[in-house]
């Protein structure tokens, strides 16, 4: 998605832009259709950039290789996954840090003084989360909003916990099979967020409490006005879930909530948050670099050392470039699986749903033609009752009438002579 950003802003500002990856998935259209070149293979492309951005570690290493003379600016996403690892050579005149976390790996595993990096943090497009009306003064609806939640023990904690403050608790994320395309249409429904990362920055764009979580890592706090600039610096990261998730301490956080605060919370991250800010930034990087090093003369021998103690590295670590592919081919096979999957679950539920839908409608109409009958039928007994009273009534006024007791004698005398009795 940085990508992808960066990308079609770049070309939304004039620039010519090529993305060059091992693979490609459907993103590649909609670039594409952007008119942003998408290559996998360098010697397609016929120019010579001005300026290299890498945003992971063997793509860059190839460009700069292919492009011997052209500057070159990586950029560190992660902490410990091999595509954050920096390339070091001597075009990479700038190495950029998303937070303060990746900036310390640089430091303290790459030998990267801190005053060469830059710390340019990764932005939210607003007009994808616009903001959630004021949230209210007692919350009713919680989310964790991860990919990494699955159900296990660390989500029953935080279910029981909200359970106790009769907050309902919904899951969004592929690891649960519920993996929404568009998230910025779901968050405007809930009162607080547990997520890290983007997830928690986007949430706090929406205007929701935040609750920097994540049930693979641990927690750290609600997000106050005072502590979110300071979380921010870290990216709502791994650095800050430093206790472990139980009820106790969930339910400690969500004690917290402060619907003004939170409101203020969002204000400062819709103010210091914003994508156009954070890609500037890396436009403004990027232009110095090329206009300062418009091209880079590295001596053979210098060039020699350089890639003889990548190949040593790159054979001590295990040729992790083929299993690099593999995996993304991998991953990018399971994305795919686990899209097909949520698409086929929310086929079969909204089927699911009509046919509910349909069977409650057909189940009332029964009942109401059930209720009509036996209102009919309740008239209909009472009608009969009422005639049988009549009857009743009458019966009785004729036996106790005079002329009943005297023609009694007669009634007998025919009753013998019809049964065949002998006559008087």
Avoid at 324 to 344: E, F, K, R, Y
């Amino acid at each position: 998605m940085f990508t992808r950003d960066l990308a079609m802003w770049l070309r939304r500002r004039g620039h010519s832009v090529t993305v060059f990856a091992t693979a490609f998935g459907d993103m590649a259209d909609e670039l594409r259709f952007a008119s942003i070149a998408c290559v996998t293979d360098l010697t397609d492309m016929a120019a010579r950039p001005d300026v290299i951005i890498g945003n992971t570690h063997y793509e860059t290493v190839r460009a700069l290789l292919h492009f011997h003379d052209v500057p070159v600016v990586t950029v560190c996403h992660d902490r410990s996954a091999e595509h954050g690892r920096p390339a070091q050579f001597a075009q990479v005149v700038c190495h950029v840090a998303v937070d303060e976390n990746c900036a310390e790996r640089l430091v303290h595993e790459f030998g990267i003084a801190r005053e060469q990096i830059e710390l340019i943090q990764n932005g939210v497009d607003l007009s994808r989360f616009p903001p959630r009306s004021d949230l209210p003064a007692r919350p009713k609806t919680a989310l964790v909003f991860s990919n990494y939640a699955s159900h296990g023990a660390p989500l029953e904690e935080i279910r029981a916990a909200c359970v106790q403050r009769g907050l309902t608790l919904d899951v969004i994320g592929s690891g649960t099979g519920n993996h929404l395309p568009n998230p910025a249409e779901a968050l405007g429904r809930y009162d607080i967020v547990f997520g890290k990362g983007r997830c928690a920055t986007e949430a706090l764009c929406t205007g929701n409490a935040v609750v920097v979580l994540d049930p693979t890592w641990g927690m750290s706090e609600m997000m106050t006005a005072a502590a979110v600039a300071h979380a921010r610096r870290w990216n709502f990261g791994r650095a800050l879930l430093v206790r472990p998730i139980t009820r106790e301490s969930v339910g400690a956080e969500l004690d917290r909530y402060d619907a003004a605060d939170a409101g203020k919370a969002s204000e400062w991250m819709r103010a210091h948050g914003d994508l156009d800010t954070a890609l500037a930034a890396l436009e403004s990087c990027a232009q110095r670099m090329a206009s300062r090093y418009p091209a880079i003369d590295v001596p053979a021998s210098q060039r020699a050392a350089e890639v003889s103690r990548y190949m040593e590295d790159w054979i001590r670590r295990g040729n992790p470039s083929a299993a690099h592919m593999g995996i993304a081919s991998l991953q990018q096979n399971v994305a795919w699986l686990q899209q097909t999957v949520n698409d086929h679950q929310r086929m079969h539920q909204a089927q699911i749903g009509a046919l509910q839908t349909e069977a409650q409608q057909q189940a009332d109409q029964a009942s109401a033609d059930c209720a009509a009958r036996l209102v009919e039928a309740e008239q209909q007994a009472r009608q009969a009752r009422a005639e049988l009273a009549v009857l009743q009534a009458q019966l009785h006024e004729v036996y106790a009438s005079r002329s009943w007791r005297v023609t009694g004698l007669l009634r007998r005398i025919s009753t013998r002579v019809q049964s065949g009795g002998p006559s008087a």
